[in-house]
Each structure stands twice: as C-alpha cells, then as structure tokens.
C-alpha cells in the first residue's frame, strides 16, 4: 500500500482535533520528510491497547522503529503527558481496558470479628481481588 493511501481507523476526527495542536511540527529534522503524526500515534495507540512487542506492529502505522522512537521522544518531552492531560476528561465509552489480579492481603486485614471484606483463604494464605477498569485512547 502507498502511504497516502492509509485511513486512520481508531482516533476519530473530533478528538485528533484535540491532539494535533500539542504535537511537534510535523517535519523531518534531517532532510527526509518524517511520517505522519496521526499513523504513528495509531501505532502507538495500538501498542499500548494490545501489549505486543514493539516489532509486532503492523505495518499500516509504518515502522516499528518509528513508533518507538517518537513514543520515546515524546514521552521525554512531556508531549504524551500535555495528550493525556487535554483528553482525560473526555470519555468516549469506546476503548475500555479491564483488569483484574488476585494479590495477598496482609495477615491482619481479617481482624478477629467475621469480616465483610472479600477476602479468601487459600494455601498460600489470606488473599483478595482487585479489578480496575479503565477508558482507554
């Protein structure tokens, strides 16, 4: 596929809107035109949605190389936080990211009285859940 011929699929028109105006400018530093902001950011977006590797990006947001570099570039410069800042309340009810993990609870979280607390016993000791739930780029 040519390059021109990408259409961004996951961060709709409205919210990019947001997001392009913290971003650097869009221009390679070294001569070489650098890729397009909104694909790397999809990339990105895809990364961080999925867990993969780096390397098991798909092709469509370009290189992996380049997503990871910009990330990191990004990151470093304070750019991703200024984009979690400006969007984090603007909840789109689209992208959630569910969790949940079993973690031991301390000896004394039963107390002496039965408690009320979902706490369960297991061979490994006194145990409870936690989930987390939340919205997503």
């Known amino acids: 596929k040519k390059e021109g011929s990408y259409k961004p699929k996951n961060i709709k028109n409205e919210r990019w809107r947001k997001i392009k105006p913290l971003l650097p400018p869009e221009r390679g530093y070294w001569g070489r035109p ?3 902001h ?4 999809e990339g990105i977006c895809w990364i961080l949605r999925t867990g993969a590797p780096w390397r098991d990006l798909p092709i469509r947001y370009g290189s992996w190389n380049s997503c990871y570099t910009r990330f990191n570039r ?55 859940k936690i989930h987390a739930e939340t919205d997503g780029l």
């Open 34 to 36: 650098s890729r397009p």
């Open 38 to 41: 909104r694909r790397i950011l």
């Open 74 to 128: 990004w990151v470093a410069n304070g750019v991703w936080q200024n984009i979690w800042e400006a969007l984090k309340d603007d909840i789109d009810d689209e992208n959630y990211s569910l969790d949940g993990s079993i973690v031991k609870a301390h000896q004394d979280a039963e107390g002496k009285k039965k408690s009320e607390e979902a706490l369960g016993k297991s061979r490994g000791g006194t145990t409870t």
